[in-house]
Nanobody
């Protein structure tokens, strides 16, 4: 059994900063890519940022230069540092990771339950 638990969401004013964390726990053999997605009310879930197992990253155009994704492989944790937040960043943010539970097993997509980020004055 593997789970992802996000933390760090909350209410922040426009222009402010906020950091999210996501910890993977359970029967983990190895973790490949990790990512953050978000879903705003009435919209589809979209990729915000992804970090690969070797450290490369990619970002949605809407967050480039404002958000930074990082990971700590020893702690099985992925982070999202958000700055210069805008009202349009308001969404539920979900953690995603591809996790293998045994050697030579498949990497399975795993999702957290999400954490709400609200950007409002």
């Amino acid at each position: 059994q593997v789970q992802l638990v996000e933390s760090g969401g909350g209410l922040v004013q426009p222009g402010g900063s906020l950091g999210l964390s996501c910890v993977a726990s359970g029967n983990i053999f190895s973790i490949n890519d990790m990512a953050w997605y978000r879903q705003a009310p009435g919209k589809e879930r979209e990729l915000v940022a992804r970090i690969f197992s070797v450290g490369g990253t990619n970002y949605a155009d809407s967050v480039k230069g404002r958000f930074t994704i990082s990971r700590d492989n020893f702690k099985n944790t992925v982070y999202l540092q958000m700055s210069n937040l805008k009202p349009e960043d308001t969404a539920v943010y979900y953690c995603n990771a591809y996790i293998r539970t045994r050697d030579s097993g498949p990497f399975m997509a795993t999702w957290g339950k999400g954490t709400l980020v609200t950007v409002s004055s």
